[in-house]
T-cell receptor, first 114, second 114 residues
Framework: NAGVTQTPKFQVLKTGQSMTLQCAQD?????MSWYRQDPGMGLRLIHY???????DQGEVPNGYNVSRSTTEDFPLRLLSAAPSQTSVYFC?????????????FGEGSRLTVL | AQKVTQAQTEISVVEKEDVTLDCVYE???????LFWYKQPPSGELVFLIR??????QNEISGRYSWNFQKSTSSFNFTITASQVVDSAVYFC???????????FGTGTRLKVLA
């Protein structure tokens, strides 16, 4: 009963380094998304996908790339990390948004950029 | 524009007190969905409830109840006889029909003291 799995759970990067946060779900959900959580800011949508091959930008997409080659996986890439990207990242999936729109979240990935 | 406001940043109550967490939303759409999520100290995000804009019936689930009022654009959450295990950050979120961009409030941290 895995649900949404994120890796790694913790990561420390130096400014300018690149990395990928992995997200996988085993619920056959069409919708997947990435959020960042910062103190006092709530959860802000970075990118989302409504199905394989389809991605779109959320509220704070700059500095992040995504792709969706399969229904199960939705990795988030930081091409050149910056201290402003220090945050806790959550991946979430949903059956289809709207009426079926409750989000299932991963456990989160804490990223520190020095 | 869509917006969710949780004006209460932090609330402290003594165990067994009742507490209400406020959520005010803004949207021009007539079809939308409102959600509450709980984030306990362990960090995961747990879905509590979803309500669509056409269903203003209040809902009760054990010690939890939700009051949805379209006239005031509010979707408030009440915990009756609070317990220490209710200590968490609670997020209210909005999703408008036809979009896939969930808008979260900044959260309310609830501390229940023994």
């Amino acid at each position: 009963n895995a649900g949404v799995t994120q890796t790694p759970k913790f990561q420390v990067l130096k400014t300018g380094q690149s990395m990928t946060l992995q997200c996988a779900q085993d619920m056959n959900h069409e919708y997947m998304s990435w959020y960042r959580q910062d103190p006092g800011m709530g959860l802000r949508l970075i990118h989302y996908s409504v199905g394989a091959g389809i991605t779109d930008q959320g509220e704070v997409p700059n500095g992040y790339n995504v792709s969706r080659s399969t229904t199960e996986d939705f990795p988030l890439r930081l091409l050149s990390a910056a201290p402003s990207q220090t945050s806790v990242y959550f991946c979430a999936s949903s059956y289809g948004g709207g009426a079926s729109g409750e989000l299932f979240f991963g456990e989160g990935s804490r990223l520190t950029v020095l | 524009a869509q917006k969710v406001t949780q004006a209460q940043t932090e609330i402290s109550v003594v165990e067994k007190e009742d507490v209400t967490l406020d959520c005010v939303y803004e949207t021009r759409d007539t079809t939308y969905y409102l959600f509450w999520y709980k984030q306990p100290p362990s960090g995961e995000l747990v879905f509590l409830i979803r309500r669509n804009s056409f269903d203003e019936q209040n809902e009760i689930s054990g010690r939890y109840s939700w009051n949805f009022q379209k006239s005031t654009s509010s979707f408030n959450f009440t915990i009756t006889a609070s317990q220490v295990v209710d200590s968490a950050v609670y997020f209210c979120a909005l999703l408008t029909s036809g979009t896939y961009k969930y808008i979260f409030g900044t959260g309310t941290r609830l501390k229940v003291l023994a």
